[in-house]
């Protein structure tokens, strides 16, 4: 087995840095509140009050009002990243 190999490189959008209270909705309904920290038209980075389960569908709610269907990607500890699953995203 070849230990030098390396990973594919998978290339994303660039993210803009924000700093926006947010909230994540369980499907449970729950909200866990959260700091949105990046975004980009597909994607985002946040950081959570609390510890978050990654690959699980939720919403997003950002600005108060407007809400994403979402699926977190990855997390460690109280930090993650999602896509959004609905093209409105691309207008928020």
């Given amino acids: 087995m070849d230990n030098n190999r390396s990973l594919p490189f998978v290339q994303r959008e660039p993210r803009v840095a924000v700093h926006c209270a947010c909230a994540v909705i369980e499907a449970d309904g729950s909200e866990v509140p959260a700091t949105l920290v990046n975004i980009s038209s597909k994607g985002f980075g946040l950081v959570s009050e609390s510890e978050l389960v990654a690959d699980e ?36």
Avoid: P, Q
């Fill in 57 to 92: 569908a939720r919403r997003l709610r950002i600005h108060k009002s407007i809400e994403h269907r979402v699926r977190l990607i990855w997390t460690r500890g109280r930090e993650g990243g999602g896509r959004f699953l609905d093209e409105a995203a691309l207008v928020a």
